[in-house]
């Protein structure tokens, strides 16, 4: 049986305002000349974002989720269609979205603390001195690294850089947070170390998030919902998955959940029988 939830209607009278939509995409395609001819990546992407919200990002390779999150960053722009963060027309790169690569994306040649103060400095460069520095020391605390604040890239593991990219981040307060698959590379305690800290860190600050993964476990763990990507080219949005657990959450409490192993098994059903990779 599937299990599939709803959102309940606000009662008689609850004068609750609506969320704030943080990222909106309308209509969104993305379209590449090709010697063949043009290449449909994405066509007829629509998605409301509310501010806070932790959404992950889910498909085959080749389903455009790089390139949609690439069009939210502002490093692509889209060919149809039209993406907002608060309101405002995305044409550019800024700092009120932030990307955390997962190939950590650190100068090796500067000490952790130098990667991140050079975006602290960036950003804030009106702000006094001290005041920038006590931002990237209480960033590169909130991760565990104020004892490896003078090492360079090269001299730590790759979970301490991706500590060290997520306090990047994070030290500039934006107002979306854009995860690239962050924690794929890293080796499976790593990564359930690195989630759990993303989460208490996120429950801190809130921003919104936008993550892509190849992981249904990590989507189900992190994320309030999870859009599942249909095969390209053309490729949109299939389904979008409302995850119940409460927050806080206990990871070994979910997995002993029923209701954990009914969404898993519908996701993979979405992925690996409705819509298979036709290289699989």
Not at 75 to 94: I, Q, S, Y
Not at 141 to 154: C, F, H, N, T, Y
Not at 159 to 186: C, H, K, N, T, Y
Request: glycine content about 6%; proline content about 8%; aromatic content about 8%.
């Amino acid at each position: 049986m599937t299990t599939f939830f709803f959102t309940a209607p606000s009662a008689a009278g609850d004068r609750t305002p609506p969320p704030e939509i943080a990222v909106r995409l309308r209509r969104i395609g993305k379209t590449y000349p090709t010697p063949q001819g043009p290449y449909i990546v994405l066509n007829d992407v629509n998605l409301d974002i509310p501010a806070g919200e932790f959404i992950a990002v889910i498909g085959h390779s080749g389903c455009g989720k790089s390139t949609l999150l690439n069009m939210v960053s502002g490093f692509a722009k889209p060919t149809d269609g039209e993406v907002a963060v608060h309101g405002r027309p995305v044409t550019k790169p800024g700092p009120d979205r932030m990307v955390v690569f997962q190939n950590y994306a650190l100068l090796p040649w500067l000490t952790v603390y130098e990667n991140v103060a050079l975006a602290v400095d960036e950003v804030y460069a009106q702000r006094p001195k001290a005041e920038r520095d006590e931002m990237v020391r209480h960033h590169l605390a909130m991760v565990g690294l104020s004892e490896a604040m003078d090492k360079k890239p090269p001299q730590i593991s790759g979970g301490m850089r991706q500590r060290v990219s997520i306090a990047r981040a994070l030290a500039i307060r934006p107002q979306v947070l854009i995860l690239d698959e962050p924690f794929g590379a890293l080796d499976a305690i790593t990564k359930e170390e690195l989630q759990e800290e993303l989460l208490q860190i996120w429950n801190e600050n809130r921003c919104t998030v936008l993550m892509i993964t190849h992981d249904i476990d990590e989507a189900l763990f992190l994320a309030d919902r999870l859009v599942m990507m249909t095969n390209g080219p053309e490729a949109t949005i299939g389904e979008i998955v409302d995850i119940p657990f409460r927050r806080p959450r206990d990871r070994t409490q979910i997995m002993e959940d029923p209701v954990y192993y009914e969404l898993r098994n519908r996701i993979l059903e979405f992925l690996y029988a409705r819509h298979r990779h036709p290289g699989g």
